[in-house]
């Protein structure tokens, strides 16, 4: 059943937790509804009601990478909200922790299904049935671990060098009708993160001169920021959002 109105619809992956609920909650706190998803159907339902339940937020579980389930969220998304007028791909995956000379090839390429491949499959789709005619954004949530040398992590930040890529060609072929952006992150207080900071916060936080770890809410705001009338002359840009420890490159 549609419910089309006036009222913007976003479509926001892996977003039953961590950075990608974080972002649905800054959208729905500015009136907006979101279609979200995520792997556990469990989560996902609990998810939606902590956004307002039904009419506010639709949860679609499945793999980000499956193209079936992509074709399926694009269609649910249109038949119950009518539209679809941000894309923010989040979903992401980091199996390996390890010298990249070791890495298993089958594993890289599955963090490129998952963190890349999946990013250009729902922007195809939400293009198609929506934003092509319409208008819209799209913001990829990539990593400063694209912006640099990612020692253990490799094929996560070189998948996450390709988001960004990605959202240069985007912005280029979409625009003047839709606009493409990407946030870099540092590392923030998630599930996702914990290898990153467990067991030695402080000292991580150390690293940091705003004296913290990111939290979700951080990029939440960047989100909603970006995907606002307040951004309309913004597109093929990579927010760094880092706490500021980028500026301690040259120490």
Not at 2 to 11: G, H
Not at 39 to 67: I, Q
């Amino acid at each position: 059943m549609t419910t089309e109105n006036s009222t913007e619809v976003a479509l926001v992956t892996g977003a039953s937790r961590g950075i990608g609920f974080g972002i649905a909650q800054a959208i729905v706190a500015r009136g907006d509804r979101v279609v979200i998803t995520g792997r556990n159907e469990d989560a996902l339902k609990e998810a939606v009601e902590k956004l307002g339940g039904p009419g506010h937020a639709l949860g679609v579980a499945g793999k980000a990478h499956d193209e079936a389930h992509q074709a399926a969220v694009v269609e649910q998304a249109m038949e119950t909200f009518g539209r679809i007028d941000h894309l923010v791909n989040n979903a992401g995956t980091n199996p390996v922790f390890g010298p990249i000379a070791d890495v298993d090839l089958n594993v890289a390429r599955k963090v490129f299904e998952t963190n890349v491949i999946s990013a250009l499959g729902f922007a195809q789709r939400t293009w198609k049935a929506w934003q092509s005619q319409h208008g819209g954004t799209i913001v990829n949530i990539a990593s400063v671990a694209g912006l640099n040398a990612s020692p253990f992590v490799g094929p996560y930040g070189i998948s996450k060098a390709a988001m960004i890529n990605l959202t240069l060609q985007l912005a280029h072929e979409f625009a003047p009708v839709v606009r493409v952006n990407a946030i870099a992150p540092a590392v923030v207080k998630t599930k996702f993160a914990t290898a990153l900071y467990e067991g030695r916060e402080e000292e991580v936080i150390a690293r940091y001169p705003m004296g913290r770890l990111g939290v979700p809410e951080d990029i939440g705001g960047a989100a909603a920021f970006l995907t606002s009338p307040a951004a309309a002359w913004i597109t093929g840009q990579t927010l760094v959002i880092d706490g500021g420890i980028f500026l301690n490159a040259s120490v």
